[in-house]
């Protein structure tokens, strides 16, 4: 079985996740990109492509200005929002790697693969900056719920 995409200039090479988003949101801007199912009182959110590739633009402005070329940025975001996709896009429209980082790991654990990878900025909510200042992150911040 071949499978054909639309032709590439040879130095783009093939076409990435981010360029796929980028692409529907342009042709459906107003429909729904992320839809957050409700659960324990947490109302239903949606997101629609218009939107998502809006505040992903915001992250990948930041990560332009914290890292110097592709390099690892860390993700502490809960997998039941919609942040999370806001945040691996802005990453990757920047040719940077992510590591995530799930809100229910330990401070210590948290503390290691922050170590570890080294990033150079940590996008992250509110509560991820508290639990990653705990667990001894001192790096940049970007946070998705406001200013850092």
Do not use: K, N
């Not at 199912?37 to 505040?55: A, E, F, I, Q």
């Not at 806001?86 to 693969?113: K, M, N």
């Amino acid at each position: 079985m071949t499978v054909s995409h639309a032709p590439q200039p040879a130095d783009l090479g093939p076409p990435l996740l981010h360029h796929f988003f980028e692409q529907s949101a342009r042709r459906w801007p107003d429909a729904i990109a992320v839809d957050v199912p409700p659960s324990g009182g947490r109302p239903r959110r949606t997101v629609t492509y218009g939107d998502l590739h809006r505040r992903s633009s915001a992250v990948a402005r930041a990560v332009q200005r914290a890292v110097r070329r592709p390099g690892i940025v860390a993700i502490l975001l809960s997998r039941t929002t919609e942040d999370l996709y806001l945040a691996q896009l802005g990453v990757l429209r920047t040719g940077s790697a992510y590591v995530c980082l799930d809100p229910s790991f330990p401070d210590e654990q948290l503390g290691h693969i922050l170590g570890d990878a080294a990033p150079a900025l940590l996008v992250t909510d509110r509560a991820g900056q508290q639990r990653a200042a705990r667990a001894g992150y001192t790096g940049a911040v970007q946070l998705v719920d406001g200013p850092a």
